[in-house]
């Protein structure tokens, strides 16, 4: 068994207006050290995975294990960095806001100190410790989220488009930045994503979503390429072209 697994797992919305399914029968095992990207066409339930697993939302069907216990609710043992960087604390440093969970745990000061040190030298803000967010740019603020995400030391990182709302040149530079990360620390990651380029770029193994309503995975594909990816291989076009073909039958399955 996986460090995750999710059986048969199933999401329903009830609303004024009535209610609607998000994901139906969607089944998956993540591996210890893996770095998965789920992705799909918008709409497809992807997010909603990731909130199931992080505990933020309960499934309606089915069940979500973690290092084989029910997910029952958010935990330290799940780390989540989001799109946007409203998470962070603006009366904060950029140092306070990553030893913030360890603060809330009772770590002494001067360890909650060395920590978040550490992990600002991993993301690449040595010296940016004493600034608060409005001093930083959107990828300063990304990097502190991963940052704090990774100070916990989580059993996972679960990762809701963190880059999607960066521009091309930046979101580039962090998927590189990420990648060192995995490589160093070699924690669990799901990473939702929507960008076939940056899925490849970044995992171990890519799954495609069913369009929703009712989104399930559809298909699994191994990247079997060796790291830093060479995004003009040939290896790299080829798995590109495989994953293309399966969202482009969710967008276009009449063709």
Not at 1 to 11: D, N, P, S, Y
Not at 60 to 77: H, M, Y
Request: proline share 5%.
């Amino acid at each position: 068994m996986g460090i995750v697994a999710l059986e048969q797992v199933g999401k329903t919305f009830r609303g004024r207006t009535g209610a609607w399914e998000a994901v139906r029968d969607f089944n998956l095992t993540l591996e210890e050290g893996e770095f998965f990207c789920l992705l799909g066409t918008s709409g497809c339930g992807k997010t909603t995975v990731l909130n199931m697993l992080a505990g933020f939302e309960a499934p309606t069907a089915g069940r979500i294990l973690l290092d084989g216990k029910p997910v029952r609710g958010p935990g330290a043992d799940r780390g989540v960095v989001f799109q946007g960087h409203d998470s962070l604390y603006d009366w904060l440093t950029a140092r306070d806001n990553i030893a913030f969970g360890l603060r809330l745990r009772g770590t002494p000061r001067a360890e909650r100190r060395e920590i978040a040190g550490r992990f600002l030298q991993m993301v690449g803000l040595t010296g940016q410790g004493a600034k608060h967010p409005s001093e930083l740019s959107g990828g300063m603020k990304q990097r502190i989220q991963i940052a704090r995400a990774l100070a916990n030391d989580p059993r996972i990182l679960l990762m809701d488009e963190p880059f999607g709302a960066l521009d091309a040149m930046t979101r580039a530079v962090l998927q590189g930045e990420l990648s060192r990360i995995w490589a160093e620390t070699r924690k669990t990651v799901l990473f939702i994503t929507h960008d076939i380029e940056e899925a490849v770029a970044l995992a171990t193994r890519v799954g495609v979503m069913k369009r929703g309503p009712g989104g399930t995975l559809k298909a699994v594909v191994p990247v079997e390429l060796p790291f830093p990816r060479d995004r003009t291989s040939d290896g790299f076009m080829a798995t590109f072209r495989q994953v293309h073909a399966l969202i482009h039958d969710e967008i276009h399955p009449h063709e």
